[in-house]
């Protein structure tokens, strides 16, 4: 089952242009992917306060991605705000069990990956997580361009390890590269740009379920 996810991205600059971009997509998108950078864990920083979020949490799933320094001390204060899916990443995770453990209290919780980060690294069982997100660029900034490479990391986890959980990918996905990532193994799609630079987001958030559809066609 395929899932495209938008994204505002990192760039937000206030409550204001977070609350136009939130409701460009609200009518359509099932889930919202929120992007949360400290500074410490990439050079740059986000719109990262929760209240403004409550508005709409009760109307639509959310998930944080951490891009922070030890995640787990972010958990509580997005999970009051509404949110049910929370993914760390694993370089700057001082125990990636006890954020499995924490996040779970809370709701569904997933690990991630950086460009550089083998799937090595991960130490907890599959088992007890809900994703696993692959970085598909650098994480902290929105606006890269895909690494199709990076997908090895998706190829190695289906076929080697045999992993089954949903696999989610960050990073430069449009309406070509959303196929060559399904292909590969993708389950949910994070998409940012593709869907945002335009004045109608919601044809391209068809145009990209679309191309999903046409794969599933195929098989």
């Known amino acids: 089952m395929f899932e495209v996810i938008p994204s505002p991205g990192t760039n937000i600059k206030d409550e204001k242009e977070l609350a136009e971009k939130l409701e460009q997509v609200k009518p359509f998108a099932k889930t ?117 490479e990076l997908l090895e990391k998706v190829k190695l986890l289906r076929v080697r390890d045999q992993v089954t959980l949903p696999i989610e990918v960050d990073g430069g996905i449009n309406d070509e590269t959303i196929q060559i990532a399904a292909a590969a193994g993708v389950n949910r799609f994070v998409a940012t740009s593709f869907i945002y630079n335009v004045e109608t987001p919601e044809k391209q958030f068809q145009l990209l379920h679309q191309n999903l559809q046409s794969l599933e066609s195929a098989v």
């Open 32 to 148: 919202i992917h929120i992007d949360v950078v400290d500074g410490i864990f990439a050079p740059n920083t986000t719109f990262a306060d929760p209240e403004p979020f409550k508005q709409f949490t009760k109307d639509m799933f959310f998930e944080v991605h951490l891009m922070t320094d030890d995640p787990i001390k972010h958990l509580k204060k997005w999970a009051d705000a509404g949110f049910r899916r929370f993914i760390g990443h694993i370089e700057k995770m001082p125990d990636q069990e006890e954020f499995v453990a924490q996040a779970q209290l809370l709701g569904e919780v997933g690990l991630a990956l950086d460009k550089q980060t083998p799937i090595e690294a991960v130490k907890v069982p599959y088992r007890d997580l809900d994703v696993l997100l692959v970085m598909l660029i650098q994480a902290g900034l929105s606006g890269q361009q895909f690494q199709e």
